[in-house]
C-alpha cells in the first residue's frame, strides 16, 4: 500500500514538473513569435507547434491570446516563471534592508536597469497594439495598475522610513516613481538616443535622488 502512496506522489511530482516545463515553453516561444511577426500575426496554433504541445494546452494553461501575451510579460518582468509574487522577491529584500536612503535608490536603479532591457520589447508591443485591440487595451491597464502598485508601495516604504524631503509625499514620490519607471523614458534615452544602459540607470537614479531625498549638506571647506 505505501509502495503505491509514493508512486502515485512521484507521478503527480512529474506531471507537476512536466506542467512548469511546459508552460516555460510555451511562454519563450510565445515571446519569440510576437516579437518577430507582432501580435496580430502571431497564432495560438503556430506558439502550440513551436513549444511541441497542442492547442489545448495552450488554452488551458493561458486562456486566450491576451492571457498568453501578459504571461510573457509577467516572465519578462521577473526573470523567471516561479510562482513568487514581486513583492517577495529578493531584491525588494535588498531595497528594504539598507538603511541608507541614497542606497535604497540606487538598489532600485540598478534592478530596473537589469529588468527594463528585456520587458521594454514587450511593453512597447502592447502599447502600441492597446490602440487597436480592446482585450489588449485591458492588458495595457493591468500592467499600468501593477506598476502602479508596486511604485506605490515602495513610496511609502521610503516615507514610512523617513527617507522622503519634508516637502515629498508618499503621493508625490509615487508619482515621481512611476514616471522615471516608465518604458517611455527607456524608449527615449535609450532606444531613441542611443544611451547605454548603465548610463540610463545611473540618470534614474540620480534623478531619484534629487527629486525624493534631502538634499545633502555640502562637506566643510578647508
Known sequence: ?????KRRAYDASRR?????????????A??????????????????AA???????????AFRNKPGLLKA???VAVAGDAEPIP???REFVAQIDAEPEPAAKIHL????LART???TAEIQLLVRGTAAIDPDIGAVWRQMQDERLTGMTAFAVHLHDRGCLRDEVTAQSARDILWTYNSVEVYELLVVERGWTVERYRDFVADALVAALLPARADPPSG
Open 108 to 111: 532600485y536603479a540598478d534592478h
Open 86 to 88: 514581486v513583492m517577495e
Open 16 to 28: 507537476r514538473s512536466q506542467a512548469v516545463a511546459s508552460r516555460a515553453r510555451i511562454v519563450e
Open 30 to 47: 510565445a515571446r519569440r513569435r510576437f516579437l518577430a511577426d507582432g501580435y496580430r500575426a502571431t497564432t495560438l496554433a503556430a506558439v
Open 116 to 118: 527594463i532591457p528585456r
Open 1 to 5: 500500500m505505501s509502495g503505491e502512496v
Open 72 to 74: 510573457v510579460f509577467d
Open 50 to 60: 513551436d513549444a511541441d504541445v497542442s492547442v489545448e494546452t495552450v488554452y488551458k
